[in-house]
């Protein structure tokens, strides 16, 4: 077992302790609980008595003849007149959410290892967020590490950095109070300060699924722990941010830049809004530099498929120095990120009016 297997099995004992705990605090609440009873009419059954009171017999069924085994009649039929028991609809269980909080400290503070041990601490700044979901997902991961450029005889690989950005804006997010999911996790990188991010291939798609290498199959996992999160999360306000590093040639100088898939009106929206964002910063920030990201529609499979509203966002070129600079420099990751969660809080307020 390496480390990483043994971490995770680490978190889920705690959850287990955690769940347990609280499960057992139910249940010393429930005993000694006044039930809910009915007097069964003609006609009633154990099956329709469930029903009208919106018990599904599935469920139910068992519970109600272990309450009512002394007053049951033949083949546990109803006995006209006769007072019944109901049983209690049972306590939804806590979901396990993402990043796996796996300590709370407070309610305002929270230990989501995933962001490694320097960043794991979560501090909620305020609830700017609130009731929002956000699917991070950064490109290639596991078998395949996407792009790879050159600096200075080291290598660049894709997903490394895309996968830095993409937690601290995962990070982020969580301090402004929304739920994130990083669909693409890497059990023990965390947030990394070096400039030099090391390839590894022990990346999993959410929740812990070994990614493939076909390319395909690869993009079909993620999209699919997506839509399963989104049938979880339904009615509350979601997106999905794909978060990749383009490989061109080494002189073409590229900045941030959005696609959208065209069918999605909301994916459009926040494309737009996260360039104007970009464009602001940077304005403020290097007013002579000038900002040419782009929007546009492309056909991804990623976004194409996924039910939320999608946006596929690329950091730059990966071989082009001055782009380089843009994802080598951990502040500058940190920046692209506070700019994207700028531009999603922004997205958020417009989209919940
Ligand atoms: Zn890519």
Not at 186 to 191: A, T, V
Not at 320 to 342: G, Y
Request: charged share 25%; hydrophobic share 35%; glycine share 6%.
């Amino acid at each position: 077992m390496n480390s990483y297997t043994s971490r995770i099995h680490f978190e889920l004992r705690t959850y287990k302790i955690v769940v347990t705990f609280l499960l057992f605090i139910l249940a010393s609440f429930s005993f000694g609980q006044d039930y809910k009873t009915i007097k069964a009419q003609k006609g009633d059954g154990i099956y329709s008595i469930l029903k009208q009171n919106g018990l599904s017999a599935n469920e139910y069924l068992d519970q109600f003849i272990e309450l009512n085994k002394t007053r049951l009649g033949k083949n546990n039929s109803l006995i006209i007149g006769r007072t019944y028991k109901l049983p209690v609809i049972a306590e939804k269980k806590p979901k396990i959410q993402d990043s796996a909080p796996v300590t709370e400290v407070s309610k305002e503070k929270i230990v989501y290892e995933i962001f490694g041990d320097k960043y794991k601490e979560v501090t909620i700044q305020n609830r700017d967020l609130n009731k929002s979901v956000f699917y991070l997902m950064s490109g290639h991961g596991g078998p395949d590490p996407g792009a790879i450029g050159n600096l200075n005889g080291h290598l660049l690989c894709e997903d490394e950095y895309a996968y830095d950005v993409t937690l601290r804006l995962a990070r982020n997010l969580t301090e402004r109070g929304a739920t994130v999911y990083m669909i693409i996790r890497d059990p023990n990188d965390g947030i990394r300060d070096d400039q030099f991010l090391t390839p590894d291939r022990d990346e999993v798609c959410f929740p812990d699924k070994t990614i493939p290498l076909n390319q395909l199959a690869r993009l079909r996992q993620g999209t699919d722990a997506v839509n399963k999160l989104y049938r979880q999360n339904r009615g509350k306000f979601q997106r999905l941010v794909v978060i990749h590093v383009d490989s061109r040639s080494q002189k073409e100088n590229i900045d941030v830049f959005f696609y959208h898939d065209k069918r999605s009106d909301a994916g459009k929206k926040l494309a737009n809004t996260l360039k104007v964002t970009i464009g602001e910063r940077y304005a403020r920030h290097q007013p002579t530099r000038g900002y040419n990201g782009s929007v546009s529609e492309r056909n991804l499979y990623v976004i194409k498929n996924s039910f939320p509203p999608a946006v596929f966002i690329e950091l730059g070129n990966i071989n082009h120095t001055r782009d380089q600079k843009r994802f080598i420099l951990s502040d500058n990751r940190q920046a692209v990120a506070n700019w994207l969660r700028d531009g999603l809080i922004q997205d958020f307020n417009k989209s919940i009016k």
